[in-house]
T-cell receptor, first 116, second 115 residues
């Protein structure tokens, strides 16, 4: 089952450390999206990437957060100098076309970041 | 500023009965409406969707109704099964087509189907 693969599933960091979350899209999918779910909230869009390009980062915090999708390898969401408020579930999704035209995205199982 | 509201955090229904999950939205410009289902420790999975030009879409046991004048969306599951127990998220898209990756989600409703 070559679904969207995310790792690590769980990550614990102390304040000030860096967190790196990885996402491999489904086979045949070249569009990757990152969403964040804070506790007791719905998922919120962060960024949309294609290979080597950031298409839409309108949902990304202005500081400490960055994302990339290199020509080879998985997409990476990087959070520098983490703070407790970054504790959340980070979901990656992929699609063959942008949102398939209907909003149907294929989500991974998520990476749960805990900042101590 | 919550654009998508799911006012019931949880819902319990007896197996075999109908489950009705509700969602209200604020912006009449939303173009497409979706329901996602999420089991614990898994990612959301797409369930069913409806375009703003329709008022009903049916897929097996799942039917989504759209009331544009009331800005209200509902998901009906009938008959409900224990395997339907999950968190259901309502989501909307402002711009379908090229912009249809940017979903706005509600906070979710946890459905428990009691055997």
């Amino acid at each position: 089952n070559a679904g969207v693969m995310q790792n690590p599933r769980h990550l614990v960091r102390r304040r000030g450390q860096e967190a790196r979350l990885r996402c491999s899209p489904m086979k045949g999918h070249s569009h990757v999206y990152w969403y964040r779910q804070l506790p007791e909230e719905g998922l919120k869009f962060m960024v949309y990437l294609q290979k080597e390009n950031i298409i839409d980062e309108s949902g990304m915090p202005k500081e400490r957060f960055s994302a990339e999708f290199p020509k080879e390898g998985p997409s990476i969401l990087r959070i520098q100098q983490v703070v407790r408020g970054d504790s959340a579930a980070y979901f990656c999704a992929s699609s063959r076309e942008p949102g398939q035209g209907t909003g149907e995205l294929f989500f991974g199982e998520g990476s749960r970041l805990t900042v101590l | 500023d919550q654009q998508v509201k799911q006012n019931s955090p949880s819902l319990s229904v007896q197996e075999g009965r109908i489950s009705i999950l509700n969602c209200d939205y604020t912006n009449s410009m939303f173009d497409y409406f979706l329901w996602y289902k999420k089991y614990p420790a898994e990612g959301p999975t797409f369930l069913i969707s409806i375009s703003s030009i329709k008022d009903k879409n049916e897929d097996g046991r799942f039917t989504v109704f759209l009331n544009k004048s009331a800005k209200h969306l509902s998901l009906h599951i009938v008959p409900s099964q224990p395997g339907d127990s999950a968190v259901y998220f309502c989501a909307v898209i402002r711009d379908s087509g090229a912009g249809s990756y940017q979903l706005t989600f509600g906070k979710g409703t946890k459905l428990s189907v009691i055997p």
